[in-house]
């Protein structure tokens, strides 16, 4: 008997993952119930449960993004899935322990993230999806004509103008995945990245997007966050000028007038010509 295409390409990504060391009967419910007859998987990535009696499985096919999972039943059942339109990008992230995590983005949702000891199984899917181009599967629309996957354009534009201005050490070398990853939208554009002049005990930023101000901590070292009332619509700044830091003579502070606050927003800044492009951004709104 014929094996189903779904069923062929499975057992060969599977193959490919653990070289068949575990016999493959247990994996029948996912080439039968789970994938189409005809869909064919590219890679997959698989990841034992710390209980060590779950398992899941991470498929990359001709048509979507799907993680699978066979809990205490050991009936395999969909835990989430990406439809190919929303898939953003696929990346490796490092930890101190001895599992690294692979990290699906979509557009207007949560990523998925799968734990993973071994990193050839991880590396093939990254690589294989930035590779897909021009399939006949729904796959290719976001996918460049080069076979590379694109970051989403709030990363992109962050980074440039990062790039611009974050030249001073204390934050050359800072993770800003959060804030593009989780603050920003994946459409949002940044225009400009003003850091403050590092003399706090937190690291502030100003990042101005094509439909809001941030104002953004990063205080616990860790991870960025939005500082309170520090969210704005550009629809709702007046003013924004410079004035003499009161206990700093050699710095500025950009002070941002917002409608229906008493107090403006306040920040010193440690780079004069990304302060100028703020104030020449707002000007123009």
Request: glycine share 6%; with cysteine.
């Amino acid at each position: 008997m014929v094996a189903a295409h779904a069923e062929q390409t499975f057992i060969d990504a599977l193959w490919r993952d653990h070289g068949g060391r575990r016999g493959m009967g247990n994996y029948a419910g996912i080439y039968h119930d789970i994938l189409d007859t005809d869909e064919s998987v590219h890679v997959l990535v698989r990841e034992t449960g710390e209980d060590r009696f779950t398992e899941q499985i991470l498929m990359l096919t001709d048509r979507r993004i799907v993680l699978v999972s066979d809990g205490l039943s050991n009936r395999w059942k969909i835990k989430t899935q990406i439809g190919a339109a929303e898939v953003l990008r696929a990346s490796r992230v490092s930890t101190v322990l001895s599992t690294d995590r692979l990290v699906v983005d979509r557009v207007g949702g949560e990523p998925i993230r799968l734990r993973f000891s071994k990193g050839r199984s991880a590396t093939e899917f990254i690589e294989t999806l930035n590779r897909l181009k021009q399939t006949t599967g729904p796959i290719h629309p976001v996918m460049e004509a080069s076979g590379a996957l694109p970051p989403p354009p709030a990363e992109q534009s962050f980074l440039a103008a990062a790039a611009r201005t974050l030249a001073h050490e204390p934050y050359r070398y800072r993770k800003f995945a959060t804030i593009y990853r989780e603050i920003l939208s994946p459409d949002e554009q940044v225009q400009v990245v003003v850091c403050d002049s590092a003399i706090h005990s937190e690291y502030r930023l100003l990042v101005l997007t094509d439909r809001r101000l941030l104002h953004l901590t990063d205080w616990d070292m860790l991870m960025w966050s939005v500082k309170r009332h520090g969210d704005i619509p550009r629809s709702s700044i007046v003013s924004a000028r410079f004035e003499p830091c009161d206990y700093h003579g050699a710095l500025q502070r950009i002070v941002v007038q917002i409608e229906g606050r008493k107090k403006p927003l306040k920040m010193e800044f440690d780079s004069d010509d990304a302060a100028h492009e703020l104030m020449s951004a707002l000007a123009s709104r």
